[in-house]
């Protein structure tokens, strides 16, 4: 896969990732669940799009359908409102659709609704499930995809230990040698989010040593975001990595 793979469409989609402000600007849910069957195409996306803003365990089965529609707008938002209404099943789904979605925005939604679902939902039969599939997109797929999955599997394995020693050497190893400095920046983040479930031990010192590197990347936002996440996790060898550098600068 490549970029040239990731058809254009509306981005305003990552919209679809925010909850609204005020309560009453969610939609009735006994108007939305009628139209995930509608014959009108306009109407069954647009109820997708209300499940992401609303928790209704009745949609899940409607929105799991909703994932094999023709249109991809239409599967991109049913993928996000399972990331809103996890279960088994959705996890189930998004993952088989993960593997046969030709649409890029697809499979970038899916791969936040997987780790939100970790996030949200995190019984081991769901966060597990995940960890796969996520550093799988993580390792070949396009870099918008990439990009998300690094951050879904800094979320998962913020939420479990376990989770965390799965995704720490995945997100190292990509963070050294991804191509996109987006994608990188990404794994930074995520491996400061990870290394704060795992004791220190050689998994830990892993991925500290993979940020300190990350302090002299060839793109400033990966260093900012290596810098950041040391910082957080307030490792005494990042801080002097962090203090070498900047005396460095002001030599």
């Given amino acids: 896969m490549d970029d040239n793979d990731f058809p254009l469409l509306d981005t305003?989609?990552?919209?679809?990732?925010?909850?609204?402000?005020?309560?009453?600007?969610?939609?009735?849910?006994?108007?939305?669940?009628p139209l995930l069957t509608s014959a009108n195409v306009t109407e069954r996306m647009l109820a997708a799009r209300a499940f992401c803003e609303l928790q209704d365990e009745r949609a899940t089965p409607y929105l799991i359908h909703?994932?094999?529609?023709?249109?991809p707008l239409v599967r991109v938002s049913a993928a996000?409102?399972?990331?809103?209404?996890?279960?088994?099943?959705?996890?189930?789904?998004l993952i088989q659709q993960l593997e046969?979605?030709?649409?890029?925005?697809?499979?970038?939604g899916i791969v936040w609704a997987l780790g939100n679902c970790g996030v949200r939902f995190p019984l081991p039969e769901i966060?597990?499930?995940?960890?796969?599939?996520?550093?799988?997109?993580?390792?070949?797929?396009?870099?918008?995809v990439r990009l998300w999955a690094a951050s879904s599997l800094g979320q998962v394995a913020e939420a479990r230990e376990e989770a965390a020693t799965v995704a720490i050497p995945a997100l190292a190893l990509a963070l050294a040698q991804?191509?996109?400095?987006?994608?990188?920046?990404?794994?930074?983040?995520?491996?400061?989010?990870?290394?704060?479930?795992?004791?220190?031990?050689?998994?830990?010192?892993?991925?500290?040593?993979?940020?300190?590197?990350?302090?002299?990347?060839?793109?400033?936002?990966?260093?900012?975001?290596?810098?950041a996440a040391l910082l957080k996790l307030g490792d005494a060898r990042g801080l002097q990595a962090i203090a070498d550098l900047q005396s460095e600068a002001f030599g």
């Fill in 178 to 227: 991804d191509a996109i400095a987006a994608v990188r920046s990404n794994c930074a983040w995520a491996l400061g989010h990870a290394c704060r479930k795992i004791p220190f031990g050689p998994l830990y010192t892993q991925a500290v040593d993979q940020l300190i590197a990350a302090l002299q990347d060839s793109d400033m936002g990966v260093q900012e975001d290596a810098k």
């Fill in 66 to 71: 909703l994932l094999q529609e023709p249109c």
């Fill in 80 to 93: 996000y409102a399972l990331g809103r209404n996890p279960s088994l099943a959705a996890v189930d789904a």
């Fill in 127 to 144: 966060y597990r499930r995940t960890l796969d599939p996520l550093i799988h997109a993580l390792q070949t797929d396009i870099s918008a």
């Fill in 100 to 108: 046969r979605d030709w649409n890029g925005y697809v499979r970038k």
């Fill in 12 to 33: 305003s989609e990552d919209a679809l990732a925010a909850l609204p402000s005020e309560e009453s600007d969610r939609p009735d849910p006994e108007a939305m669940l």
